[in-house]
T-cell receptor, first 114, second 108 residues
Framework: DSGVTQTPKHLITATGQRVTLRCSPR?????VYWYQQSLDQGLQFLIQ???????AKGNILERFSAQQFPDLHSELNLSSLELGDSALYFC?????????????FGPGTRLTVL | SQQGEEDPQALSIQEGENATMNCSYK?????LQWYRQNSGRGLVHLIL?????REKHSGRLRVTLDTSKKSSSLLITASRAADTASYFC????????FGKGTMLLVSP
């Protein structure tokens, strides 16, 4: 158990819909990272927050947004969903802003868009 | 695009044998990390090697780094069925970029 929790575990929805994925980092970790893992794209970094502020951005679509709240939990919002958004979404946390410190991954949310 | 590329894509061995996975990357790095992922689950950090290190050990894991060839290898010695997983290398400066991984199957 990494100490990072993600909800929900599974999410099945239809195209055009909007969903919110939630992540609670390990106690004391200020950095939260979001990743998308799909068969064709592999594991891709989406976005990083550090202590409430956006720190780094990767291959995140404009339809996706994220935020980190004062209690350090984070949410990833996916809107206007398309079939290709079906993937595993992981959240990871680390104690530092530097992404080279060990990142602790949550169990992931499996999103299926029908 | 993927910064790290693992090779082979898949590897099947017997328990007790050694498993070697390779990672090649394109741009300069300040460190390289290896992660393991059990089927459909979150990644687990295995080891980090800095660009000024050539070799690092952790238990049954041995990682080498050759910055002149932009490559790294992960050796798992005396493999066990529980080592069955996908292994990823990760590199980058401002953000981590993962390769597509090597799927390792260790049969009893």
């Amino acid at each position: 158990d990494s100490g990072v929790t993600q909800t929900p575990k599974h999410l099945i929805t239809a195209t055009g819909q909007r969903v919110t994925l939630r992540c609670s980092p390990r106690s004391g970790d200020l950095s939260v990272y979001w990743y998308q893992q799909s068969l064709d794209q592999g594991l891709q970094f989406l976005i990083q927050y550090y202590n409430g502020e956006e720190r780094a951005k990767g291959n995140i679509l404009e339809r996706f947004s994220a935020q980190q709240f004062p209690d350090l939990h984070s949410e990833l919002n996916l809107s206007s969903l398309e079939l290709g958004d079906s993937a595993l979404y992981f959240c990871a946390s680390s104690s530092q802003a530097d992404p080279y410190n060990e990142q602790f991954f949550g169990p992931g949310t499996r999103l299926t868009v029908l | 695009s993927q910064q790290g590329e693992e090779d082979p894509q898949a590897l099947s061995i017997q328990e007790g044998e050694n498993a070697t996975m390779n990672c090649s990357y394109k741009t300069s790095i300040n460190n390289l990390q290896w992660y393991r992922q059990n089927s459909g689950r979150g990644l687990v950090h295995l080891i980090l090697i800095r660009s000024n290190e050539r070799e690092k050990h952790s238990g049954r894991l041995r990682v080498t780094l050759d910055t002149s060839k932009k490559s790294s290898s992960l050796l798992i010695t005396a493999s066990r069925a529980a080592d069955t997983a996908s292994y990823f290398c990760a590199t980058g400066y401002s953000t981590l970029t993962f390769g597509k991984g090597t799927m390792l199957l260790v049969s009893p």
